[in-house]
């Protein structure tokens, strides 16, 4: 893994925003379940992407990756057809809840397998859905990896909305696949509503239909069949976020593919951004923000928990004091994000404070830096710490830098293209 030092520097500039990686999930697992061939465009093979592509073909679709176009041409099955019963699904989480329910709509045994915190990241929201519906699973003491047989039979589906929306939308793929009608429940107030949204969005283009009551029950009709649809992958805001914020510190800065009427919950940071005070300007399909003095606010982020990285670092350089609440599903992403980011902004001179469910942040003009600081291998923490760079008096230098490969394996070079200057080094030394 690569340690990089990050000099104290403005960015400004013009960005393309890289492909939401929420929906190229979406368009490879829909494209795959369809009989007909698709084109999904503006894709970037980030590692959490390869991994759904290579379950998928595990499963049966036939997928071509042409990475220098940003391409991926699909032919499905609707009737999936097992070709590798071990599913490697790398470091993430979509697409092992994803594809879980998927497989399960076949009779065979499938094994899923995972790397670093995946191995333990929970899935108790499965297994006592594989407990109420008699289907067989074995795992490692609760960690991956993760065998089961199907086949997985309609019914009605209690499922909680507090963990993860990723178990209801790995349902909503796989249901309208089975041979009766299904229904879900949703048990607790349902968190991240933008990500079920997406994924709605997602099946309404391949011609799947859910009836949604409320967000608080999914009806599901069986025996649908996917119809493909070629597709074009909009831009990503939660990967947007971090540019937006470094303009508001250094400078004018413009992101472009991205659009305002996305259903993306992480669009959530332009109204946080001007709640903050920030000059912001936001037009059809890109945004511009302006180097702003922004003030501190309670910020509730349970539609939008990607976002807290970079919201922490904002915070620490607002005035006055910044409360970030409901916030505790954190702890069970790549990483615990929010221990993660109150120890690394600590080193670095920030005044937070770590709460259960959040974090109290009390901003100041500018941080110390100069201290070696750690991604803790999730690619949102070094993405965020990199952006807390530009407003430190000294360099700073992070650890395992690599960890942007999971969603975003250009960042470095376009932190670069926007004036960040960034080096190798090693032990704290440029090399």
């Known amino acids: 893994m690569k340690n ?25 697992i829909c494209a795959s379940l369809s009989e007909d061939k698709t084109k999904i465009q503006n894709v970037i093979f980030s590692k959490d992407i390869i991994a759904t592509c290579e379950a998928m073909k595990s ?19 609707n009737k999936l057809q097992l070709i590798n019963n071990v599913i490697d699904c790398n470091e993430s989480g979509s697409t092992i809840r994803f594809l879980i ?39 490692s003491k609760g960690k991956l990896p993760l065998e089961v047989k199907g086949p997985l039979t309609a019914g009605t589906f209690k499922v909680r909305g507090d963990v993860s929306s990723q178990f209801i939308t790995g349902l909503l793929f796989s249901l309208p696949l089975l041979d009766k009608d299904s229904k879900i429940i949703i048990t607790t107030t349902l968190e991240s509503k933008g990500y079920v949204d997406l994924t709605f969005e997602m099946l309404n283009r391949f011609n799947i239909k859910i009836e949604n009551k409320d967000y608080k029950e999914f009806y599901i009709k069986g025996n ?24 508001l510190f250094g400078g004018d800065l413009t992101c472009s593919n ?3 009427d996305s259903l993306q919950g992480d669009k959530a940071i332009l109204k946080i951004i001007k709640d903050m005070g920030g000059d912001i300007d936001i037009e059809k399909d890109k945004v511009k923000v302006f180097k702003s003095e922004t003030k501190g606010t309670e910020i509730d982020v349970s539609q939008c928990p990607d976002l807290v990285p970079v919201l922490s670092v904002l915070g620490a350089l607002s005035k006055g004091k910044t409360k970030i609440v409901n916030a505790k599903r954190l702890r069970i992403k790549e990483c615990d994000r929010l221990k993660a980011m109150a120890t690394e902004l600590k080193k670095i001179g920030a005044d937070i404070e770590e709460l259960e469910d959040g974090l109290i942040i009390k901003g100041k003009e500018i941080l110390e830096g100069g201290k070696e600081v750690d991604s803790w291998n999730d690619h949102r ?22 960890a942007v490969k ?19 080094c090693s032990m704290g030394k440029e090399r």
């Open 101 to 139: 329910p998927i497989a399960l709509t076949q009779n065979n045994k499938v094994t899923f397998k995972g790397k670093g915190k995946l191995v333990e990241r929970p899935l108790d929201v499965y297994y006592k859905i594989f407990e109420e519906k008699g289907i067989e699973y074995k795992n």
């Open 406 to 424: 999971k969603s975003y394996p250009s960042f470095w070079d376009d932190f670069k293209m926007l004036g960040g200057k960034v080096y190798e």
């Open 381 to 402: 923490i070094a993405m965020a710490l990199a952006i807390a760079s530009i407003k430190c008096e000294k360099s700073i230098f992070i650890k395992n830098s690599d």
């Open 59 to 77: 499963l049966g679709a036939n997928i071509d990756c042409i990475k220098e176009k940003k391409e991926i041409y699909i032919k499905g099955r």
């Open 224 to 247: 649908q069949k996917y119809s493909s649809k070629d597709y074009k992958v909009e831009g990503d805001f939660s990967q947007a976020a971090f540019f937006l914020v470094a303009g």
């Open 4 to 28: 990089l030092k990050i000099e104290p520097c403005n960015l400004n500039g013009k960005i393309e925003i890289p492909p939401s990686k929420s929906m190229s999930h979406r368009a490879v």
């Open 258 to 260: 991205i659009h305002k």
